[in-house]
T-cell receptor
Framework: NAGVTQTPKFQVLKTGQSMTLQCAQD?????MSWYRQDPGMGLRLIHY???????DQGEVPNGYNVSRSTTEDFPLRLLSAAPSQTSVYFC????????????FGQGTRLTVV | SQKIEQNSEALNIQEGKTATLTCNYT??????LQWYRQDPGRGPVFLLL?????KEKRKERLKVTFDTTLKQSLFHITASQPADSATYLC???????????FGSGTRLSIRP
């Protein structure tokens, strides 16, 4: 069982470039989410999905897009990278949003120069 | 606005003692409270979940309390070991259907 797999682990982008962070889970979880973690800020929710075809915004959605075409995959797209998006990104999945444990990926460390 | 506060300073504890971490929240009425452990360079790992109608929950050397009147949760690690050194995050959810919000975490160091 791989759990939650994120790729890549590290990425450096130039300002204005776009890219997609990949997230896949093999636990048949309906709920998936993306967080960013900055020093002293904790985990902040970017976007989440309660099932295939359904997504919604979290606390800090600006500059990011998501889609959920399958239960397994939940990619996060940066449309035009900015230095303020330098962060560590975590994908998580769970059976449900609030009342069950979340399983996290290893994270993607993104630097925008 | 909703706010979750954890010990802002790192906590340094002598091995064998009980470590106690605090999670306070304001402008929020969570039905669920969770605690996670995070090691450097890794994703958070779930430890315990406690519901609003539960006052206390235990798992091996871990104990969590949840006081909805004080709007506070305490996380205890008894007989602490250097391997318990990590950052510990608390997370709240209003209901089973609502999203989780996280505190900024407390870094715990256990010295031999």
């Amino acid at each position: 069982n791989a759990g939650v797999t994120q790729t890549p682990k590290f990425q450096v982008l130039k300002t204005g470039q776009s890219m997609t962070l990949q997230c896949a889970q093999d636990m048949n979880h309906e709920y998936m989410s993306w967080y960013r973690q900055d020093p002293g800020m904790g985990l902040r929710l970017i976007h989440y999905s309660v099932g295939a075809g359904i997504t919604d915004q979290g606390e800090v959605p600006n500059g990011y897009n998501v889609s959920r075409s399958t239960t397994e995959d939940f990619p996060l797209r940066l449309l035009s990278a900015a230095p303020s998006q330098t962060s560590v990104y975590f994908c998580a999945s769970s059976y449900g949003p609030g009342g069950t444990e979340a399983f996290f990926g290893q994270g993607t460390r993104l630097t925008v120069v | 606005s909703q706010k979750i506060e954890q010990n802002s300073e790192a906590l340094n504890i002598q091995e064998g003692k009980t470590a106690t971490l605090t999670c306070n929240y304001t402008n929020y009425s969570p039905a669920y409270l969770q605690w996670y452990r995070q090691d450097p360079g890794r994703g958070p790992v779930f430890l315990l979940l406690i519901r609003e109608n539960e006052k206390e929950k235990r798992k091996e050397r871990l104990k969590v309390t949840f006081d909805t009147t004080l709007k506070q949760s305490l996380f205890h690690i008894t007989a602490s070991q250097p391997a318990d050194s990590a950052t510990y995050l608390c997370a709240l959810a209003k209901s089973s259907a609502s999203k989780i919000i996280f505190g900024s975490g407390t870094r715990l160091s256990i010295r031999p």
